[in-house]
């Protein structure tokens, strides 16, 4: 059989986290393209696994991608695996894969681990349809404009941020989506000091601000979609006019109403109108 590629994920904090497949398959092969050498060797090492191992990140994938598929082609069996979780997923490995493919070098691959995922499937917003956005722009300008192409999205958004721009990304996050979106704050999966938390954009501002400790480590931010956002903004003009209504007439519980949030008079009017006779039936 020709020598493959095998994509493996590996734990991104918790090491009993990788596969038994990913521990076989790391063994077995005769090279290891690792993100960083140094920090693959500690996993490697922990799991008694003594292939060898070769760099592949950043800013050698270019320049080295044609070693490495010529490797595979003269018969080596070879893993790429990232310094944490799945490989290519905010990681370097693209390059590297899609030349295997042109190659017509079989890519195999070990799942395990991702973040995105991890975080996703523990804060509690809607998961049927999700979009993975990556590391925003690390300039404010360039950040807030990738936001606002992205504000009326109405699938769950995920993004990846680093913990010195954390408050700053939450902080452009609330003035473009708006202070009510609901967020999942995710940071340290699976780590010692894991932090889990779903609330409101502004206040994860306030919590992150009040607690230097969630500005380290690596984070996750799951971003509720637009359609969730209006769901939430419509519940909140419903209660505030339900109990208007207890007090005062339609008219004048819809005129406070619009006063109070900012919306038209008449759309608070026919909604106001809406919930009466709802109450009525």
């Avoid at 596969?19 to 008694?48: C, G, M, P, W």
């Avoid at 010529?70 to 799945?86: F, H, K, P, V």
């Avoid at 290519?88 to 070098?105: C, E, N, T, Y």
């Avoid at 360039?142 to 721009?165: C, G, N, S, W």
């Amino acid at each position: 059989m020709n020598a493959q590629l095998f994509v493996v994920s590996t734990p991104i904090g918790h090491l009993d986290d990788i596969t038994y497949r990913a521990v076989e398959v790391l063994k077995s092969v005769q090279i290891i393209a690792a993100e960083d050498t140094r920090t693959s060797a500690q996993l490697l090492k922990h799991f008694n696994i003594s292939t060898p191992l070769t760099a592949c990140h950043d800013h050698n994938e270019s320049n080295k991608t044609d070693q490495l598929i010529q490797r595979i082609l003269n018969g080596e069996n070879m893993a790429l695996i990232s310094d944490a979780g799945t490989p290519l997923i905010s990681d370097p490995g693209f390059k590297l894969v899609r030349a295997a493919q042109q190659h017509q070098i079989r890519v195999v691959p070990v799942p395990g681990a991702c973040a995105a995922i991890a975080a996703l499937s523990s804060v509690g917003l809607p998961s049927d349809r999700f979009s993975f956005e990556g590391f925003l722009p690390s300039r404010q300008s360039q950040r807030v404009a990738t936001l606002e192409k992205l504000k009326d999205e109405t699938q769950t958004l995920i993004f990846y941020e680093a913990p010195h721009r954390i408050l700053e990304c939450v902080k452009d996050m609330a003035t473009v989506f708006g202070a009510e979106r609901p967020v999942g704050f995710a940071r340290e999966i699976t780590k010692t000091f894991e932090t889990i938390k779903k609330m409101s954009l502004s206040e994860l501002v306030n919590f992150i601000e009040n607690d230097h400790h969630q500005q380290k480590g690596e984070i996750v931010l799951v971003i509720g979609g637009a359609t969730e956002q209006k769901d939430l903004e419509q519940e909140a003009l419903d209660k505030l006019l339900l109990r208007l209504l207890q007090d005062l007439s339609v008219k004048a519980a819809s005129q406070l109403a619009a006063d109070l949030t900012g919306i038209k008079k008449k759309v608070a009017y026919q909604r106001a109108l809406e919930l009466t006779d709802k109450k009525q039936d």
